[in-house]
């Protein structure tokens, strides 16, 4: 009788394991909160296609501009879920002549913290490569990296020249 009573359980008490799809709040454990949100939707339909949301850790992009003399652009860089943003401009015009960028630093769509800064350009160069080599041949007029601490940065560049042009690319790198 003891040995029945020691004895490991058998395959009818399986151990059945967690499945993420099914805890519909995502608190780590499926129950009656589940069940209960499940029950209440029971006998609706619609497109049974979840959205799904894949993080690969890193996010990088590459943003062309062509200003006329007087002229500005933006971009929204969103950086949800990163930890560092790295942010390299690369600019030249024909008299070398400085330039503004404006960063706003947003949270919930508000800006919560600003920076201007004046950053000289650089001679006219060839069409530049696809994709910069990082601390190469090819350096940046502005780089900065930054811990993130907010929701989406706008970068505004300003071509404060009255004559001249100013042509650029802004990249930047997220990462966790």
């Known amino acids: 009788m003891l040995a029945l009573a020691l004895a490991p359980p058998s395959g009818s008490q399986l151990q059945r394991q967690y499945d993420p799809w099914a805890d519909i709040d995502d608190d780590g454990k499926i129950d009656m909160r589940d069940i209960g949100y499940v029950c209440r939707l029971f006998g609706t339909t619609g497109d049974p296609a979840k959205p799904v ?6 996010n990088e992009g590459n943003l062309s501009f ?3 003399p007087n ?4 971009f929204i860089i969103s950086a949800m879920g990163f930890e560092t943003l790295t942010l390299y401009i690369k600019a030249w015009s024909r008299d070398f002549h400085k330039f503004q960028v404006f960063l706003g630093f947003c949270v919930d769509g508000g800006i919560v913290d600003w920076q201007v800064v004046t950053v000289e350009s650089h001679p006219p160069i060839p069409v530049p490569p696809p994709r910069p080599p990082w601390g190469g041949t090819w350096p ?5 990296t930054y811990s993130v601490t907010f929701s989406e940065l706008i970068v505004w560049i300003w071509n404060n020249s009255t004559s001249y042009d100013l042509s650029g690319q802004v990249f930047y790198h997220l990462n966790t």
């Open 53 to 58: 949301i894949i993080n690969h850790n890193w």
């Open 66 to 68: 062509s200003l006329k």
């Open 71 to 74: 002229g500005d652009r933006n």
């Open 140 to 144: 940046a007029n502005f780089r900065r």
